[in-house]
């Protein structure tokens, strides 16, 4: 058995891959070497090709995905819009004027109250970066939206007057504001 252990142990290995090679050498043509590496070209190329496309596909799904969170989003903004509730017309703006309040008594307390204790000054330190982030969203999402909003009126009715008078209007002539 001891010969086994040495036929399977690292030197062994080593011996069976040079004995392969040199049966391989012996019996493999320089044809069939040369078709082998046609094929395994071919396999990288077919594999390269499939690899784009499936990249491709990811991309265009990614690109859907986010056309339809958009659309969404559309969607809900109409549909408060169209709604008789005072709420759901004024939350965008309610929204951007409290955290601007919330956000401005904090930037006051802290510039001008020199008597914050360190743990306060640690904790108030910790919310610095949430207040950046919804201050950002909230203005960033109402001014944003509002611009679009304004913008589709615009196109909208820059189509509509072009279609009465039975003009189209390129990307280039489209009304911008």
Known sequence: MGWLSRIFSA????VVTSVGKVIDDLVTSDEEIALSEIQKSKIK???NVKMKELMMN???????????LENELTERLKLDMKSDSWLSKNIRPMALIFMTMVVSALAFF???NTSLTPSQQTTLGSWIPLFQTLMLVIYGFYFGS???EKMQKIR???QSAASAKGLVLSNDQVPKG
Request: a negative charge.
């Open 156 to 158: 909208s009715a820059g």
């Open 58 to 68: 990811i991309d265009r799904q990614a690109a859907e995905h986010e056309e339809n």
């Open 45 to 47: 190329a077919a594999y």
């Open 11 to 14: 030197t062994g290995v080593d």
């Open 146 to 148: 509002r611009g679009l």
């Open 110 to 112: 802290t510039i001008f």
